[in-house]
């Protein structure tokens, strides 16, 4: 027993003076901090969720932010401020004013946190921004009687307005618009002096312009430019008020997971925009209007399938008949036109030996009286010159004989080739149109032939062109076949040549030469004239076909040329070089070649 209480005495000790002294010295120390500490206490604020947040806003800036009839804060701003403090377990307190008053009391401490402020990175430099909860468009809005703009430059030069220290201020002043801006403190403020008739311009968000002006009544304006600027809307803090920025952006995460955040922004903003088309909505009523127009399709498919065969039935039938008939109706009109040329080539032909026979007789009577002027001037000379010698010069049919004595023998051959030219003309014309029905293949010149046809169409080739050339080979032999009717093949290849030129300016050359090699004579025709198609080109020589129905021609010419060469056993062949114009080559077999053939 006692030598557990000597354990007890030795384990509990009373303390002694020097630990008294430490344990009062500490007391002391203590009872001097608690004032300190007091004082600190009271200059650091309470924590977020223990006071009440002073939060800012504009007085007139509706739908988003405003001062109700009865003066209490209403908006999209403050009902979702209110239902994030609901969320968040925060006290708030709304406190309105002027804007540039709110951004002022911002950033000198005496509101906590502004509900609705655009973003821009000047403004970052001393606000802190939380994610956007909504984007702003703005607008430009005139008189109606004003000319329309398209977007913010257009405004340089033009009278602005626009509310003191909104985010568009602070644009077109960083645009150097400066000069032409008028300040007024709120949207409204704005919208009544352009209104009013003053400045030109106002800058508005879109909402909050069309809101004013339903309210105030202002229907002498409209926006001319929509959407010219979007900007982010979100909450702004004073720079470093990282807690309370966390808080309010955590807040609004959750409405927009809850869907009390759609409900807000629909009540406010969504009655003044347009209703947003959704799948669900495009599926919903075109499965109630493509439906029945399907169930309908479909029972008028099938009741029509029966008549559509039997439409389709007749109308082959139909569209046989107008196709036999239109194929009957274009071989008459081709017979008609056959006749009708061949009528015309008939009377031409009468025509032609008529004409041919009455200018014979008169050429042949100058023909005739030629050569006895000739020889009376030939006598008569004599008694001129001596009289010329004596008396000097004299008048002889009013002109001077001196100069008569050298012009007289000159006209009278001229008069004479005249007349021998007439005669060849005229000789040419009756052969070209005289009745061959025997058909008969002859040895001839086809030198000859060109030059019979050149002199034929002489006078349609000095209208056509004044670069004519004719080079002719003498070395050519002797072909077999129908004179005429190659003569009547170079006519038409000359006249097509002729008819080609566009102005006088245009060459048309002709050569005839022999080719050993093949035993051929060849004529090659080359003029500088318009050319043809090349999808034209195989269809030249088909009859009727012409690129000139509308001057008159009827497409004949070509094929009966080809015909007539081709009776021949020659070639008629037709190219286009890329420089322009048209070569035409006739290739005819020499006699020995169609004999030997």
Same mark, same amino acid.
């Given at each position: 027993?006692?030598?557990?209480?000597?354990?007890?005495?030795?384990?509990?000790?009373?303390?002694?003076?020097?630990?008294?002294?430490?344990?009062?010295?500490?007391?002391?120390?203590?009872?001097?901090?608690?004032?300190?500490?007091?004082?600190?206490?009271?200059?650091?604020?309470?924590?977020?969720?223990?006071?009440?947040?002073?939060?800012?806003?504009?007085?007139?800036?509706?739908?988003?932010?405003?001062?109700?009839?009865?003066?209490?804060?209403?908006?999209?701003?403050?009902?979702?401020?209110?239902?994030?403090?609901?969320?968040?377990?925060?006290?708030?307190?709304?406190?309105?004013?002027?804007?540039?008053?709110?951004?002022?009391?911002?950033?000198?401490?005496?509101?906590?946190?502004?509900?609705?402020?655009?973003?821009?990175?000047?403004?970052?430099?001393?606000?802190?921004?939380?994610?956007?909860?909504?984007?702003?468009?703005?607008?430009?809005?005139?008189?109606?009687?004003?000319?329309?703009?398209?977007?913010?430059?257009?405004?340089?030069?033009?009278?602005?307005?626009?509310?003191?220290?909104?985010?568009?201020?602070?644009?077109?002043?960083?645009?150097?618009?400066?000069?032409?801006?008028?300040?007024?403190?709120?949207?409204?403020?704005?919208?009544?002096?352009?209104?009013?008739?003053?400045?030109?311009?106002?800058?508005?968000?879109?909402?909050?312009?069309?809101?004013?002006?339903?309210?105030?009544?202002?229907?002498?304006?409209?926006?001319?430019?929509?959407?010219?600027?979007?900007?982010?809307?979100?909450?702004?803090?004073?720079?470093?008020?990282?807690?309370?920025?966390?808080?309010?952006?955590?807040?609004?995460?959750?409405?927009?997971?809850?869907?009390?955040?759609?409900?807000?922004?629909?009540?406010?903003?969504?009655?003044?925009?347009?209703?947003?088309?959704?799948?669900?909505?495009?599926?919903?009523?075109?499965?109630?209007?493509?439906?029945?127009?399907?169930?309908?399709?479909?029972?008028?498919?099938?009741?029509?399938?029966?008549?559509?065969?039997?439409?389709?039935?007749? *109308?082959?039938?139909?569209?046989?008949?107008?196709?036999?008939?239109?194929?009957?109706?274009?071989?008459?009109?081709?017979?008609?036109?056959?006749?009708?040329?061949?009528?015309?080539?008939?009377?031409?032909?009468?025509?032609?030996?008529?004409?041919?026979?009455?200018?014979?007789?008169?050429?042949?009577?100058?023909?005739?009286?030629?050569?006895?002027?000739?020889?009376?001037?030939?006598?008569?000379?004599?008694?001129?010159?001596?009289?010329?010698?004596?008396?000097?010069?004299?008048?002889?049919?009013?002109?001077?004989?001196?100069?008569?004595?050298?012009?007289?023998?000159?006209?009278?051959?001229?008069?004479?080739?005249?007349?021998?030219?007439?005669?060849?003309?005229?000789?040419?014309?009756?052969?070209?149109?005289?009745?061959?029905?025997?058909?008969?293949?002859?040895?001839?010149?086809?030198?000859?032939?060109?030059?019979?046809?050149?002199?034929?169409?002489?006078?349609?080739?000095?209208?056509?062109?004044?670069?004519?050339?004719?080079?002719?080979?003498?070395?050519?032999?002797?072909?077999?076949?129908?004179?005429?009717?190659?003569?009547?093949?170079?006519?038409?290849?000359?006249?097509?040549?002729?008819?080609?030129?566009?102005?006088?300016?245009?060459? =048309?050359?002709?050569?005839?030469?022999?080719?050993?090699?093949?035993?051929?004579?060849?004529?090659?025709?080359?003029?500088?004239?318009?050319?043809?198609?090349?999808?034209?080109?195989?269809?030249?020589?088909?009859?009727?076909?012409?690129?000139?129905?509308?001057?008159?021609? *009827?497409?004949?010419?070509?094929?009966?040329?080809?015909?007539?060469?081709?009776?021949?056993?020659?070639?008629?062949?037709?190219?286009?070089?890329?420089?322009?114009? *048209? =070569?035409?080559?006739?290739?005819?077999?020499?006699?020995?070649?169609?004999?030997?053939?």
């Amino acid at each position: 027993m006692n030598s557990d209480m000597s354990k007890v005495r030795h384990v509990v000790k009373l303390p002694g003076c020097g630990s008294l002294f430490r344990i009062l010295l500490l007391l002391a120390c203590l009872a001097l901090l608690l004032p300190v500490i007091d004082a600190t206490a009271k200059d650091q604020d309470p924590p977020v969720g223990g006071r009440t947040i002073i939060v800012g806003g504009d007085r007139d800036y509706p739908p988003y932010e405003f001062l109700d009839k009865n003066g209490q804060p209403a908006g999209y701003n403050v009902d979702l401020t209110r239902a994030i403090a609901d969320v968040m377990g925060m006290k708030v307190e709304f406190r309105f004013g002027g804007w540039s008053q709110m951004r002022s009391a911002l950033i000198s401490g005496q509101l906590d946190i502004l509900q609705g402020i655009s973003y821009s990175d000047e403004r970052s430099k001393t606000i802190d921004f939380s994610p956007p909860h909504t984007i702003v468009h703005h607008a430009i809005f005139a008189r109606r009687d004003t000319a329309p703009v398209h977007s913010l430059v257009e405004l340089r030069g033009r009278q602005v307005i626009v509310f003191r220290d909104g985010i568009m201020h602070d644009l077109l002043l960083q645009m150097g618009f400066a000069a032409d801006l008028t300040l007024t403190e709120t949207p409204a403020d704005a919208l009544r002096l352009l209104a009013s008739g003053e400045k030109e311009y106002a800058v508005v968000a879109m909402l909050p312009g069309m809101y004013l002006i339903r309210e105030l009544h202002l229907n002498n304006l409209v926006p001319v430019a929509r959407g010219v600027v979007a900007q982010r809307y979100c909450y702004g803090v004073k720079k470093g008020n990282a807690e309370l920025l966390a808080r309010f952006s955590e807040g609004i995460a959750i409405l927009q997971k809850t869907g009390q955040y759609q409900a807000i922004y629909d009540k406010w903003l969504g009655i003044h925009e347009q209703p947003r088309i959704t799948w669900e909505r495009v599926v919903k009523y075109g499965a109630m209007v493509l439906l029945p127009l399907v169930l309908i399709l479909i029972g008028t498919v099938v009741w029509s399938r029966t008549l559509q065969k039997r439409v389709a039935q007749r *109308t082959d039938e139909l569209a046989r008949e107008v196709l036999e008939r239109k194929r009957a109706l274009e071989e008459l009109r081709r017979h008609q036109d056959k006749l009708v040329q061949a009528d015309k080539m008939a009377s031409l032909g009468i025509l032609v030996s008529g004409v041919a026979h009455e200018i014979n007789n008169p050429n042949g009577l100058i023909l005739l009286n030629l050569p006895i002027l000739k020889d009376v001037y030939a006598d008569a000379g004599e008694m001129l010159e001596r009289r010329f010698r004596e008396e000097g010069d004299f008048l002889l049919g009013g002109v001077s004989y001196a100069r008569m004595r050298q012009e007289i023998p000159l006209m009278l051959e001229e008069m004479s080739e005249g007349a021998k030219r007439i005669k060849r003309i005229v000789e040419d014309l009756k052969d070209f149109a005289r009745r061959d029905d025997s058909v008969r293949m002859d040895p001839f010149d086809l030198n000859a032939v060109v030059r019979a046809a050149v002199r034929l169409v002489e006078t349609s080739i000095r209208k056509a062109t004044n670069h004519f050339t004719a080079e002719y080979d003498d070395r050519l032999p002797l072909l077999r076949g129908n004179a005429q009717r190659i003569e009547q093949v170079v006519v038409n290849l000359v006249i097509n040549a002729c008819q080609a030129l566009v102005d006088s300016s245009g060459r =048309i050359s002709l050569v005839t030469f022999f080719d050993p090699q093949s035993g051929c004579a060849t004529l090659r025709i080359q003029d500088d004239g318009t050319g043809i198609l090349p999808e034209h080109l195989p269809h030249l020589t088909d009859p009727f076909f012409t690129t000139k129905r509308e001057a008159g021609g *009827t497409g004949l010419g070509l094929s009966i040329s080809a015909g007539i060469v081709k009776e021949h056993g020659g070639t008629l062949a037709f190219d286009c070089p890329p420089e322009g114009g *048209t =070569i035409v080559t006739l290739t005819l077999p020499c006699l020995s070649e169609v004999t030997s053939s």
